[in-house]
């Protein structure tokens, strides 16, 4: 059975959306976009980028059960948007990403957008932002507990979405460091005999 189809408006202006993600807004009214991709004529695609771009509020809807919800970029600033494109073999098919920095690797951002295309990817993907923002020595045997504790912690949270996975990532310096002492003296993090250990932050 086919998706239902997913449509994004702003002022005569529409496109369908095939992936999105999101969180509500604090004020509840409409939804956050973290992520957005969209297809359709290439003239509207480009329009509803720069109108969104510029904090235009816009309408998701589900065609098939006639529902829709106002929609907004994050409130991330415009210069922190990327937008990415291609063109469909489709006749005027026309695909376009708007991603924020915090969802690019590699970001200087201590919080992070992970968009992992399975499941099985967001631990790898996970530590890989660790270990480069963090001036914490990680090791990558760690990968698979180190999302484990994101998760119980509430220091990666999975976005509402479609079409992909997303979580959004605040890591706490800190906190990680006395967690990872706690696990090496505890036995439960650890590296194979063949591997050297990376020394923990004192």
Known sequence: MASPTLIIHTKRLSASVDAFAWEP?????????????????????KALWARLIKGEVATISVEAFGKARFCALALEGPRVWRF???RLRAAAGYHGVLVPEAGLYPT???????????????????????????????HPNWADRLWERALDTGEAIALESHGLRAYRCSPNPVVLADDLRAGVRQGTLHVNDADTPHPLPR
Request: proline content about 5%; glycine content about 4%; aromatic content about 10%.
């Open 84 to 86: 990415f494109t291609a």
């Open 25 to 45: 807004d604090p004020a509840g009214c409409r939804i956050q976009l973290w992520f957005l991709s969209l297809l359709g004529p290439k003239e509207a695609v």
């Open 108 to 138: 200087e951002r201590a919080d992070f957008l992970l968009l992992p295309r399975r499941l099985d990817e967001a631990a790898r993907l996970h530590y890989q932002f660790l270990n480069r923002q963090l001036d914490l020595s990680l």
